[in-house]
């Protein structure tokens, strides 16, 4: 299949060959880099800081037992399954929404990826008001896939929305089939986006304390809070925390054999034209049926536990009136974390895939390890850097923001990512050629063809913040309140019913940037029409 | 171009969100913080109650008090990576261990002697580098339909029988269970504890706190409940009387089980507002902290200037309480250890 995924001409051999103008952007490219690494290197200089403190004596017992080998067992299992279903759950989604005319799709572009915006607690709670009894493996898996496919959806989608029909055409042409079309032809070129969202569930899940939260399944990062909670050792957690940072280690270069060298550029040099949609012909019912369940069980058990609180809690009341001040304030937080993410993600990614090289591609990597540490690691990082260096930043909005970003780069970078691939520079090179300057290049031509991975890389981000604890209450302005830290202070005191609104309001803001993602890919596909 | 109209549209909403992000973070990088009249208290306790005690200090000395809540534990790593530049004047929790794993390393102040005298002084540190505010008690909640009273254990030991298999509900990861492992430990030695703990192990659920394990026993899920009191209070104040289907139930007395758990407040020794955190520790000890205490929906037990509860608990001075004390408790690294040794954690 290597005609469909035609190796550009070595990447690394254009830097020194082209216009004089062009070297610019390399440049920035690189700063931008550089500071997104520095970024991330902040919290794991902590981190590996504070693991060479304690005692080796230490480290073996809490290391050498037979519960780390369960736990690390448990971790991996989870890691594993849940990664398969939301990758196939996430794709099928994706495709349904994206090149085919089921009904009701700006719906479901918006119903699809609200599962991130709900915090652990009220999933936790939704299901076990309805069960109960669900706990164990099973139990976790079911509930993290429920709760993580967005990560795969969304890039996906947006994949899928960016991507050339030529190739598919050809395919067509050449005698596949409609599904081995897509098999061969489509998945190959969505694959950096399915990877990549793969890539965000498998490292979210070694660090994730949401499954033992929601139904009782301990994994690897137990072990890490119970030396933070109740061993008040820093340094034996973070010592803990290195096993995922080699766990992750491992599993960014598997991904990287995966995804191997093909590069998905668009076949032609033509103007941006939105693949057909497919009918699903005797498919719409099962396939209406599959993403009503998903819906239903991932969306709707969690907002039936909200409406219950808000009809039964004792605490119900009209909610006060900072609630409005909260929600900006996450709205604002989220928003910035957001932007900036992005803003670092297209750097890193340009020059991971324009600029391939050892240094580049380290970098890359280096931007997906916060995904797999725990938050409360990354953000102790900060406290004792900014403690230390910047105490002026310390606990101010821009701490958090950047606390944020740097929690949510890999988000940004797995939806930026495919959207990178999938431009060529040689669109580039001939707006350059025509004698435009760099910048109005980048901002006529690159930015475009960005879009929608900008968006996806937005959206994910600013869902991800406006729901994000851990780091917020260690580094949020006092005074400044978010809805995730009110509901965390009603609910733990049992206050369900006056938490409630704020889960909504958290659940309500996810929806915006999802609605604007929907509105624009739609949008680009009309004016594609044209 | 509409193309360009959007994208120029999308730009400028991220350029606009990032800029009134980035001067909100002028306007609320707290101007005031170095006012002597204001003092930042880091609070592990109970939100609601935390905010009526400020309330009841601020009307009282003009002081204005800036409150950070988190879970302790985490208060407590923030506070050692903080070391001398932490902004928190006094630190309030809902246990002792995280206060007495402080003091060890040297970064409280101690507490004014007249202070320490509110509260009996069994119930604060011995070194007295932070005080008792209020406390509360563990016991066994259990499933009214599934179990009679009669059928209850009379020790906290005898949830490790066999005939408990599959019944009970406990949460090893909270700050609450560790001083259960320490009184056992002291009372019965610590082959008796080890032995419980893997008993325990065999027939239990593991939960990840103990709103869960109390929410779990109510609806049925467990039997029975290892918790602290105020738990099953504030579930029933949530889901009102006709949603409770548990109950509690009192250990025998002096049962290693029946075992006060203190919650305490102290001066962080970084502090450059001592008297005014001085004055927030006297005022939450005083007879009208303590009254706010005795009304709260908390449900904790005022423990300082001889102030009664008016809620409905079992009078304070009814609690058989097992003989441990709050150096007993020490800064619970020990019970640690034995649970993870055994693998429960």
């Not at chain 2, 030991?157 to 298999?165: C, D, G, N, R, S």
């Not at chain 2, 049962?255 to 758990?261: A, F, I, Q, T, V």
Request: net charge positive; glycine share 8%.
């Amino acid at each position: 299949m290597s005609t469909f995924a035609p190796s550009e001409p070595a990447a690394s051999s254009g830097w020194a060959r082209t216009w004089a103008g062009r070297r610019r952007w390399p440049l920035v490219s690189i700063a931008g880099g550089v500071l997104a690494a520095g970024l991330v290197l902040l919290p794991l200089v902590f981190l590996i800081d504070q693991a060479l403190q304690p005692s080796w004596g230490e480290i073996e017992r809490l290391l050498l037992r037979h519960k780390t080998a369960v736990l690390l067992w448990n971790t991996v299992r989870l890691a594993f399954a849940c990664t398969i279903l939301c990758a196939a759950i996430g794709v099928a989604a994706a495709w349904c929404v994206e090149r085919t005319t089921l009904p009701g799709r700006r719906w479901w572009a918006v119903a699809l990826v609200l599962p991130l915006g709900i915090p652990d607690f009220v999933v936790g709670f939704g299901w076990v008001s309805l069960e109960p009894g669900l706990h164990g493996y099973l139990a976790a898996v079911l509930i993290m896939t429920l709760s993580l496919y967005p990560l795969v959806y969304l890039p996906v989608a947006a994949a899928l929305g960016g991507i050339d029909p030529a190739l598919e055409e050809v395919g067509r042409s050449l005698g596949l089939d409609p599904w081995r079309a897509f098999w061969r032809v489509t998945l190959r070129q969505i694959a950096p986006a399915v990877l990549g969202g793969c890539l965000l569930v498998t490292l979210g899940l070694l660090a994730e304390y949401g499954a033992f939260e929601i139904v009782q399944y301990q994994t690897f990062t137990v072990a890490i809070f119970t030396e933070f909670n109740l061993g008040f050792d820093t340094a034996a957690a973070c010592a803990l925390s290195l096993v995922l940072v080699l766990l992750s280690v491992a599993v960014l270069g598997g991904e990287l054999a995966l995804s191997g060298r093909g590069r998905s550029l668009r076949s032609g040099a033509g103007a941006r034209r939105p693949a057909p949609r497919v009918s699903l012909g005797r498919w719409k019912a099962p396939a209406l049926v599959g993403l009503i369940a998903l819906s239903g069980l991932g969306l709707g058990v969690p907002i039936g536990s909200l409406v219950y609180w808000l009809v039964r809690g004792g605490s119900t009341t009209l909610p006060p009136a900072s609630i409005l001040t909260d929600t900006w304030h996450t709205a604002e937080l989220s928003a910035a974390a957001a932007a900036l993410a992005t803003a670092l993600a297209v750097p890193v990614t340009a020059l991971a895939v324009r600029h391939r090289n050892r240094v580049t591609l380290l970098i890359e990597r280096l931007a997906y390890l916060p995904q797999a540490l725990p938050g409360l690691v990354i953000a102790l990082g900060l406290v004792s850097f900014s403690v230390r260096y910047a105490l002026p930043l310390y606990q101010s909005s821009l701490e958090l923001i950047v606390a944020y970003a740097i929690l949510f780069l890999p988000l940004a970078v797995v939806g930026v990512r495919s959207a990178m691939a999938q431009t060529s520079s040689s669109l580039e090179e001939a707006g350059r050629s025509l004698g435009r300057r760099p910048v109005v290049v980048w901002w006529r031509v690159t930015l475009p063809l960005l879009a929608p991975g900008l968006g996806a890389a937005f959206a994910l981000v600013f869902i991800s913040a406006a729901t994000e604890l851990t780091a917020t209450l260690l580094l949020h302005p006092t005074g400044v309140n978010t809805l995730a830290t009110q509901f965390w202070a009603y609910t733990s005191g049992f206050s369900y019913g006056a938490a409630a609104p704020y889960a909504a309001l958290m659940v309500a803001i996810s929806a915006v940037p999802a609605y604007l993602l929907s509105r624009r890919m739609l949008t680009l596909a009309r004016m594609g029409q044209r | 171009m509409p193309k360009r109209k959007t994208l120029a549209a999308l730009s400028l909403l991220i350029l606009l969100a990032a800029a009134t992000a980035l001067t909100a973070c002028g306007g609320t990088s707290s101007s005031s913080s170095d006012s002597t009249n204001t003092i930042t208290l880091y609070n592990g306790q109970h939100e609601q109650t935390t905010a009526k005690l400020v309330a009841g200090f601020e009307k009282q000395t003009q002081i204005k008090v800036k409150v950070r809540s988190d879970d302790e534990d985490v208060l407590g790593n923030q506070i050692l990576q903080e070391g001398s530049s932490s902004p928190a004047d006094v630190f309030y929790t809902e246990n002792t261990p995280v206060l007495e794993d402080l003091q060890e390393k040297g970064l409280l102040a101690p507490i004014a002697a007249s202070t320490l005298a509110a509260v009996p002084a069994k119930y604060s540190s011995p070194q007295g580098d932070w005080v008792g505010v209020s406390a509360r008690v563990s016991v066994l909640v259990y499933n009214t339909s599934q179990i009679k009273p009669s059928e209850l254990p009379s020790s906290i030991l005898e949830l490790a029988q066999p005939k408990w298999k599959g019944k009970v509900g406990f949460a090893p990861s909270e700050t609450d269970f560790q001083p259960l492992v320490t009184a056992i430990t002291k009372l019965d030695g610590v082959a008796a504890a080890e032995k419980w703990l893997k008993g325990l192990q065999a027939n239990s659920m593991v939960y990840p706190d103990n709103e869960t394990v109390v929410a779990q026993v109510n609806n049925g899920e467990s039997t029975v409940g290892i918790i602290n009191h105020y738990y099953w209070y504030r579930l029933r104040d949530e889901v009102g009387t006709s949603g409770m289907h548990s109950a509690l139930h009192y250990y025998a007395p002096h049962d290693p089980g029946y075992l006060l758990n203190v919650s305490g407040a102290a001066v962080l020794k970084s502090s450059s507002k001592q008297a005014a955190a001085q004055k927030f520790v006297a005022f939450i000890v005083s007879k009208a902290g303590q009254e706010i205490l005795a009304h709260s929906h908390s449900y904790e037990y005022p423990i300082g200037s001889g102030v009664l509860t008016a809620q409905p608990l079992k009078p304070f001075d009814q609690l058989q309480l097992a003989p441990v004390t709050i150096a007993d408790l020490g800064n619970g690294h020990a019970p640690l250890e034995l649970e993870q040794k055994l693998g429960l954690l």
